[in-house]
């Protein structure tokens, strides 16, 4: 299986509620690995390329002001099979409705304040990454660990007996 990078951003109220050690912390444990992160204040001209897929629908000036509305820290992270496994791990986007052991589940209450945003897919990801990142803030290495993090096949090419 190839490596794949996701985008993941803490919005304003996880970092409010000081859960960004716990976010990264789970990531971690799971087996990705850290390519960029950065805290930032998004701009506007920011949020409107982040929610450009929603303009126009009733809720997007509340997105724009919600994710303005103070510091964020926006990652980029790897692993096999990365998007699916953070978008897995963090739940679904009302934190009512999210299963307990996920992000949401364990942290989250509401649908607009819902603590992260994950990418959704392979373009989602390349596309939210650009709006915050230039192509050489993200690092390409492989962490010692990371054949310990996948099965047998994957680290020698071939299943044991």
């Not at 803490?10 to 912390?25: A, F, N, T, V, Y």
């Not at 799971?30 to 950065?38: E, F, R, V």
């Amino acid at each position: 299986m190839e490596l794949e990078t996701t985008f993941v951003m803490i919005k304003p109220d996880g970092l409010q509620r000081r859960l960004l050690g716990e976010i990264i912390s789970r990531f971690e444990r799971k087996g990705l690995y850290l390519a960029a992160m950065k805290l930032i204040q998004v701009s506007d001209d920011q949020a409107a390329q982040h929610y450009a897929v929603h303009e126009g629908k009733p809720f997007y000036t509340q997105l724009v002001n919600f994710i303005t509305a103070g510091p964020v820290v926006a990652m980029q992270w790897r692993g096999n099979d990365a998007i699916h496994l953070v978008r897995t791990m963090v739940g679904s986007t009302h934190g009512r409705d999210a299963a307990p052991g996920t992000i949401r589940g364990d942290f989250g209450i509401s649908q607009s304040d819902n603590l992260i945003h994950a990418s959704d897919s392979p373009e989602s990801a390349s596309a939210e990454a650009a709006i915050y990142f230039a192509p050489e803030d993200c690092l390409d290495y492989t962490p010692t660990l990371h054949p310990w993090h996948y099965d047998v096949k994957e680290r020698t090419g071939e299943y044991p007996c």
